[in-house]
Structure formats: structure tokens, C-alpha cells
């Protein structure tokens, strides 16, 4: 079922190596992961369909071309009406390469996190996992595991990397859902461990105590 799934995506990106935020992010939807509430707007449309839009909003470029968002200045945060989106679908959606926009419901604070799976030339498909931001930058606080994982395997690797305890709470922080968040570890194991897929990157992912929601998501085919 899963390979099926990962097929179709493959179908439709049509030879290309890449697989679009929305798609990816429909397959995680399927496979029980929780995604921020959003619609595609192909270029050249100037608004989403009623009822579609939950305000505020994040925007973004729909582009095979753009490796970073931030970087490429090709995301509105807090856009909080139909006029702020509208000018933020013709700001974005006229980039170049840009085949679109996502607008998504914003979900904001939480702790960030990575998982992410690959194709390893020794090992093959390989899961990781680690804490975002300063974590993963700086300090590189990362662990590897080989693909696939079961919950047991996904709360091992979690326990791997030096940051883990704050994922039980400190300093008065509630601990994070790690049901959720070892399902979504699982789930990137699994996607990669098809081999289908050359890479699979979930970054980040916002950590509740209640949910781990996939505010991005990027696949890449062989």
C-alpha cells in the first residue's frame, strides 16, 4: 500500500526529481501524520477557494527551484486577510520557476525537530533524527539508525541525541507528545526504507505536548 502510494507521486512528477511540498505533505496526511490545514494555487490564479483559507496564514512558493524558502525570500508569515493574501499570491506566485502557491493555516511555537531518511551508499536506507534550529546547526546534535524502525526503535533513536531531555520538559516546559513524534519518525523510515525515494526531509517539525504537526517536507526521487 505504501509503495503504491509513493508510486502515484512518482507518476506525477512526471520524470522530475522532485516531489512538491503539497504532494509530499498529502502523502504524510495519508500515512496518519498531522500537516498544517492548506490549499495549492496554481500560478495564475488570485485566490483560494471559499472557505479554504484559515487566517492567519502562511504563504509559500511552490517551486523546484528554490532550495530554501527563507533564503529565497519566497514565504509570507501572519498574513491575516484575503487583501494581505492576495498580495502575497502575486508577490510569490511571480517568482521564477514558481509552478504555484501553498497557503497553510500557521502554526506557530512548539519545539523543532528533524527527521529525515536517505539512501546510504554502505548502509542503504537510513532514518535520522534531531532537534532544530541552533541544535542541528551549531551543535550538529543529530543520530542515525538504519530504515526501517518500529516505535520502540523510533523512542531509541529519539533518546540519542544530547538534547533528548528536553523533549521530557525542563524549566517548567510541558513534555512533548512522543506517541506523535515517534509516528512520524516511523513513517520516514518506512517512506525510505521502500526504496523509492533517495531522500526524504522533515524540517522542521513542531513539537506539543499534544502533536507533532510537519510544517515542511521535501522528497527527493533517485
Known amino acids: ?8 507521486l512518482i507518476e506525477s512528477a512526471g520524470g522530475e526529481k522532485i516531489i512538491l511540498e503539497h504532494e509530499a505533505k498529502g502523502l504524510l496526511r495519508e500515512l ?30 511552490v517551486s523546484r527551484l528554490i532550495k530554501s524558502k527563507s533564503g529565497a525570500q519566497a514565504l509570507r508569515l ?8 492576495g498580495q502575497a499570491i502575486d508577490e510569490l506566485a ?6 504555484g502557491v501553498l497557503v497553510e493555516e500557521m502554526v506557530t511555537g512548539g519545539i523543532e525537530a528533524i527527521a529525515g531518511g536517505t539512501m546510504d551508499a554502505q ?3 537510513v532514518v535520522m533524527f534531531g532537534l532544530g534550529g541552533l541544535f542541528v546547526e551549531v ?9 526501517p524502525v518500529n516505535r520502540e526503535g523510533a523512542l531509541w533513536l529519539v533518546s540519542q541525541i544530547k538534547g533528548h531531555k528536553i523533549l521530557k520538559g525542563l524549566r517548567g516546559m510541558p513534555p512533548v507528545d ?6 512520524a519518525v516511523v513513517t520516514v523510515s518506512e517512506i525510505i526504507a521502500t526504496g523509492l525515494v533517495a531522500e526524504i526531509d522533515l524540517n522542521p517539525v513542531a513539537l506539543f505536548p499534544d502533536r507533532a ?3 515542511d517536507a521535501k522528497i527527493f526521487l533517485p
Open 139 to 147: 551543535f550538529e546534535d543529530v543520530a542515525f539508525a538504519l530504515a
Open 32 to 61: 496518519g501524520l498531522d500537516v498544517p490545514r492548506g490549499v495549492f494555487i496554481e500560478r495564475g490564479k488570485k485566490s483560494a477557494p471559499a472557505g479554504e483559507t484559515v487566517f492567519p496564514a502562511a504563504v509559500k512558493t
Open 1 to 8: 500500500m505504501l509503495k503504491e502510494k509513493i508510486q502515484r
Open 213 to 215: 504537526v510537519v510544517l
Open 123 to 125: 548502509f542503504g536506507p
Open 94 to 99: 511571480g517568482m521564477e520557476g514558481a509552478l
Open 78 to 85: 501572519g498574513v491575516r486577510d484575503e487583501n494581505g493574501l
Open 178 to 183: 512522543m506517541d506523535a513524534l515517534a509516528g
